[in-house]
């Protein structure tokens, strides 16, 4: 007796298969060049796709910056696993220096948790951005909570480079991989971090720091394709140091909202 193949979404929760059929409102997008090895791919490969990524020069710079973090914790008194909670838990580097900062120096809970809140404002239009790319209705949302979380700078830009040039249904394990394996970088790069506390200069552990921030530069100028993001930048560039000495602490957020508007309509109102 032949046994019917076994399909639907319950399948699909329970597997990381091949394609699914594409549920009702979903844009199945299609594919002009997808890469060699998305060819009869499964979930699973996708996925361990994706945590190699973490292997490459994005994760060990991720490494190099959460060495600084790591240093630092232990300075500032930080047991190790505070250090590692902390890592894994805000997974945001300049939200991680500026909890402990303010632990540090002995500031009240709701006004650390409103602060490191500022620093994170920042996050939220990454998000918004990359979350229709992987959106995926056929898997459980606890994938989706997941990614959701891994959506920091460095993940996000590997995932708005990489997911769209993927089949669809191979994007949110193809992400979820890309956040688990910056996820383990950073919980790496604090341990040892922490264990050379003592051998590290402070000098070199703050510029450590830097290496994301300037990752992150690098990666929006090769990447700017429309003349907005062009523009972006350098008026991010320009704005960023004159709202530093008005503003500052929000002088980021007003930089870049300032920056990305005129940016956005600039070409238009020269139209």
């Known amino acids: 007796m032949r046994r019917a193949p076994a399909s639907g979404p319950i399948v699909a929760r329970l597997r990381w298969g091949a394609a699914p059929e594409p549920p009702s409102g979903v844009i199945m997008e299609p594919n002009v060049s997808p890469p060699a ?32 973090f790591g240093a630092l ?94 089949p669809v249904h191979l994007r949110m394990p193809h992400f979820l991989g890309i956040g688990f ?15 050379l506390a003592a051998a590290l200069p402070p000098t070199i552990s703050a510029a450590l720091l830097f290496m994301t921030p300037i990752y992150f530069l690098l990666s929006l100028v090769a990447n700017a394709r429309a003349i907005e993001d062009k523009l972006a930048v350098p008026l991010g560039f320009g704005l960023g140091p004159l709202f530093y000495l008005v503003v500052p602490g929000f002088d980021l957020l007003a930089a870049g909202l300032l920056a990305g508007t005129l940016a956005f309509f600039w070409p238009k109102v020269r139209r």
Do not use: N
Request: a neutral charge; glycine letters at 8%.
């Open 37 to 68: 090895w998305t060819k009869d791919a499964d979930g699973w490969t996708s996925y361990f796709r994706g945590l190699a990524v973490a292997a490459d020069v994005p994760g060990w710079i991720l490494f190099a910056t959460a060495l600084g």
């Open 181 to 195: 394996g910056m996820l383990l970088q950073t919980f790496f790069g604090s341990l040892v971090g922490y264990m």
């Open 73 to 166: 914790a232990q300075e500032l008194g930080f047991t190790i696993w505070h250090t590692l909670f902390i890592s894994g838990f805000v997974y945001a580097l300049p939200a991680q220096v500026v909890l402990i900062d303010q632990l540090a120096r002995g500031a009240a809970l709701a006004a650390v948790a409103f602060v490191v809140s500022v620093t994170a404002i920042r996050l939220l239009p990454a998000t918004v951005t990359l979350v229709p790319l992987f959106k995926d209705p056929t898997r459980p949302r606890w994938m989706a909570i997941a990614a959701v979380h891994f959506c920091a700078v460095t993940a996000w830009l590997e995932g708005l480079r990489r997911l769209p040039d993927i």
